[in-house]
């Protein structure tokens, strides 16, 4: 029988605070039943095992990482939409480095629930690069351009790879702005006539 006040919801919580504290490595069920005070064997009530918990969070990520890109772009348009996404993004990846890790892999094959949180940021993120000029196949290159970008710039930064000592929004910006004159390139090159 489950426990009262145990659910899914309040373990994905508790599993994503020590993915962050501690890394995705750390998150193992044994953790997660001690840090919610059960014996391991109850959180199966809720949960598909590990793998069904790194499926979880995977999808809570996502759809906490869709919320604040969203949010950041909402009454903005063109580069400054850029812009903010990519300081959303980058601000998600500080503040849940655990978290963020779980939204990295491309879901499996049939994986419906993974790929429809997924596919919630690539949409939005198709919407923020319609502006810029490009075709479909151009627009999904500047997608995987831009997510490598900004995860490059995260994974660096968590470990510690920036010593130099210059402030990292101005890097951030620069690198933006590089990205998006890029794009606009991108986008002329698809409208000049062959």
Do not use: W
Not at 64 to 75: C, D, H, I, K, P
Not at 80 to 95: D, E, T
Not at 96 to 121: F, M, R, S, V
């Amino acid at each position: 029988m489950a426990r009262a006040g145990l659910d899914t919801h309040t373990l994905v919580l508790a599993a994503a605070e020590l993915a962050d504290a501690h890394g995705m490595e750390e998150v193992t069920l044994a953790a997660l039943a001690a840090k919610l005070g059960v014996r391991s064997p109850s959180l199966y009530n809720h949960i598909n095992g590990l793998p069904g918990l790194r499926t979880l969070l995977a999808v809570h990520g996502l759809e906490r990482l869709y919320e604040v890109m969203s949010a950041a772009t909402e009454g903005v348009s063109g580069e400054a939409a850029v812009h903010a996404m990519s300081q959303a993004y980058i601000g998600f990846a500080r503040q849940h480095p655990g978290l963020y890790q779980t939204t990295l892999k491309a879901p499996e094959q049939g994986d419906t629930t993974l790929e429809a949180a997924g596919g919630k940021i690539l949409s939005l993120i198709l919407q923020v690069l319609s502006g810029f000029g490009l075709d479909e196949e151009g627009k999904l290159h500047a997608v995987r351009g831009l997510r490598s970008i900004l995860h490059g710039f995260s994974t660096l930064e968590q470990q510690g790879g920036f010593g130099m000592p210059l402030d990292l929004s101005v890097s951030l910006t620069r690198l933006i702005r590089t990205y998006i004159a890029g794009i606009r390139c991108m986008g002329a090159e698809a409208d000049s006539p062959e």
